[in-house]
């Protein structure tokens, strides 16, 4: 199974001259946590409700500040093609929950998380499961 399969493909993304107020307006709309920030289809960052509480509230970063300010960075990332239990032992070792996934041209495609591999995963095998129990 690949990332490919069972990453997030509608995923909100920030652009680097979003304000820290949009941003968390969009989270708290949409009801989670991280987005990928990106200048086109070009990863350049993540920024979590974390991010935004720790890096810019609590400094006393204004409401219209760019959230480019306030991202990670070169964060880790996952590959569509990558094989999908490597990424989630990367992930348990690494302590991430949620990671961008980029095409073989680098753009960015969507997002894998926790919760969508325990939800998907689930899925799929329980779809096999009903598939072999028809076929006997």
Known sequence: MKVRDVMSKDVQVARP???VQEVASRMASGDFGFMPVADGDTLIGTITDRDLTIRALAQGASASAPVVEYITRDPHTA???DDLKTV???MGSKQIRRLPVLDKDSRLVG?????DLSTRVK????GEALEDISRT
């Open 123 to 126: 899925e799929k095998y329980a």
């Open 79 to 81: 590959r569509a093609d």
């Open 88 to 90: 989630l032992d990367a």
């Open 111 to 115: 997002v894998v998380s926790l919760g």
């Open 17 to 19: 001259g979003d304000t």
